[in-house]
């Protein structure tokens, strides 16, 4: 059982940056792909980023490649996403998902249903 809880969200302008924060709980925190969604009002959940539990493979959705950086300390449970030169399209909720396991296949690691935990979702608003 994993339990994740997101932080770092807030109200910024169009070019600032937002570094979230997704803490977990647990003892096997490295034997987990983290995973970050975002879904923007009336949209579908849809695949920002992806970390394996040693941080060594990376994944990133086409629109954030360039301008979002993950980073994971598995020492203290914790997954970041550095989003820089925000625009307003990255206006969402953004979460944390874990998934027991390493995966390489980047159609599997996008998909919602591949990650069994999720947390409560933070909050990024990018003001024009």
């Known amino acids: 059982q994993v339990q994740l809880v997101e932080s770092g969200g807030g109200l910024v302008q169009t070019g600032d940056s937002l570094r979230l924060s997704c803490a977990a709980s647990?003892?096997?925190?490295?034997?987990?792909?983290i995973g970050w969604f975002r879904q923007a009002p009336g949209k579908e959940r849809e695949f920002v980023a992806a970390?394996?539990?040693?941080?060594?493979?990376?994944f990133y959705v086409d629109s954030v490649k360039g301008r979002f950086t993950g980073s994971r300390d598995n020492a203290k449970n914790t997954v970041f996403l550095q989003m820089n030169s925000l625009k307003p399209n990255d206006t969402a909720v953004y979460y944390c998902?874990?998934?027991?396991?390493?995966?390489?296949?980047?159609?599997?690691?996008?998909?919602?249903?591949?990650?069994?935990?999720w947390g409560q979702g933070t909050q990024v608003t990018i003001s024009s």
């Open positions: 647990g003892r096997t925190f490295s034997m987990y792909t």
């Open positions: 970390f394996s539990g040693t941080g060594g493979t990376t």
């Open positions: 998902a874990a998934a027991q396991g390493y995966y390489s296949d980047y159609l599997r690691i996008r998909r919602t249903g591949t990650y069994a935990y």
